[in-house]
């Protein structure tokens, strides 16, 4: 797994496991609420990632 990808999953927990502790969610809908989280932290943090600069020809050589 990818250090990206492990950060993520990190995150998603932490953020899962507060609004457990907070009574926001009850552990029984632990599965569908980390799926919703974790697609939602993916998709935020790899849509920020910006794409490297193109090389120059010079520098492909």
Request: aromatic share 6%.
């Amino acid at each position: 797994m990818a250090s990206i990808d492990e950060q993520i999953l990190k995150a998603t927990k932490e953020i899962v496991v507060k609004f457990i502790e907070g009574g926001r969610i009850s552990p029984s809908g632990f599965q569908q609420v980390f799926k919703d989280v974790y697609h939602t932290v993916e998709k935020t943090v790899k849509s920020s990632m910006t794409p490297p600069p193109p090389q120059k020809e010079k520098d492909k050589k």
